[in-house]
């Protein structure tokens, strides 16, 4: 869309969410652009580092004219204020929040991704559920990373060749005494540092860092959570649990596991509705 006033400056209509939150001011902010057709990568880079959110989910109507059954009506991409991701989950429930919003009318929303699949976010009452790809770790091991991370050594440690690494502590209080260096973590690469352990008022809880994305520590993390599902459950015996990230802001997830689907529940707040000039 073009400006009246200044035919140069392209706008597209933007919303800032809090997603897996309750009420404002909790959860994790993204924000959220519909845009008519993609810009180069350097503008969708530059709002990212603009907005200054964990992510900025990009939405743009998918024009292929598919019908089939499970098409995609938009596609999706996120950038973090430093670089695109392969994957976002608070981002894409903000996202599909907004739109079916949008069409109160609809019950879900199909997103085609280009490195992640297909992703679904359907209503669910008065909340949501975001259907992520379930993601698989394996035991290992990664002694600099546990150095950086601080506290006490976890009792094991999960990793993923995609760059998704978990610490599993034996306490609650572990994990939420751990002081990592960030610089350190951020030397190792554009990784997600998810460390877990069983809840006080949950399941489960976590902390993430994701330092070397730009992003210290995150405030609820959707893909950390395509993780810890297939893991906990696995741990718990049973499909579900309730899960609560554990940083400043803090968000309540409930999470379940459908063959290879993750399944995310969680409400969203929309804090502001605008206009983005670029």
Not at 27 to 53: C, H, K, S, Y
Not at 243 to 268: E, M, P
């Amino acid at each position: 869309m073009t400006s009246d006033t200044n035919p140069e400056t392209n706008q597209a209509r933007y919303w800032h969410v809090d997603a897996f939150a309750d009420r404002a001011f909790t959860g994790n902010q993204a924000a959220v652009m519909i845009l008519d057709t993609w810009p180069d990568d350097a503008v969708l880079a530059a709002i990212g580092a603009e907005n200054m959110f964990a992510e900025t989910a990009f939405v743009v109507r998918d024009a292929s004219g598919d019908t089939a059954q499970n098409f995609s009506e938009y596609e999706l991409r996120w950038f973090t204020p430093a670089c695109e991701v392969r994957l976002c989950g608070h981002a894409t429930l903000a996202a599909g929040h907004v739109l079916l919003g949008l069409e109160p009318e609809r019950d879900e929303v199909r997103f085609a991704t280009r490195k992640a699949g297909q992703l679904v976010v359907r209503r669910d009452g008065g909340s949501y559920q975001l259907a992520l790809p379930a993601i698989p770790v394996n035991e290992g091991e990664w002694p600099a990373a546990v150095a950086a991370l601080g506290g006490p050594p976890p009792s094991r440690v999960f990793r993923n060749p995609d760059g998704y690494n978990v610490f599993l502590y034996g306490s609650a209080a572990e994990v939420l005494a751990l002081d990592p260096d960030m610089r350190a973590l951020a030397a190792m690469g554009d990784h997600q540092f998810i460390c877990t352990a069983p809840g006080h008022d949950t399941d489960v809880l976590s902390r993430v860092f994701v330092p070397g994305a730009g992003v210290d520590e995150d405030s609820v993390t959707g893909s950390a959570h395509a993780v810890l599902t297939p893991l906990w459950t696995g741990l718990l015996g049973r499909d579900g649990f309730t899960a609560f990230q554990a940083s400043a802001r803090g968000g309540h997830l409930a999470c379940r596991l459908d063959g290879a689907s993750a399944w995310l529940g969680g409400n969203c707040v929309t804090v502001v509705e605008g206009r983005f000039s670029y």
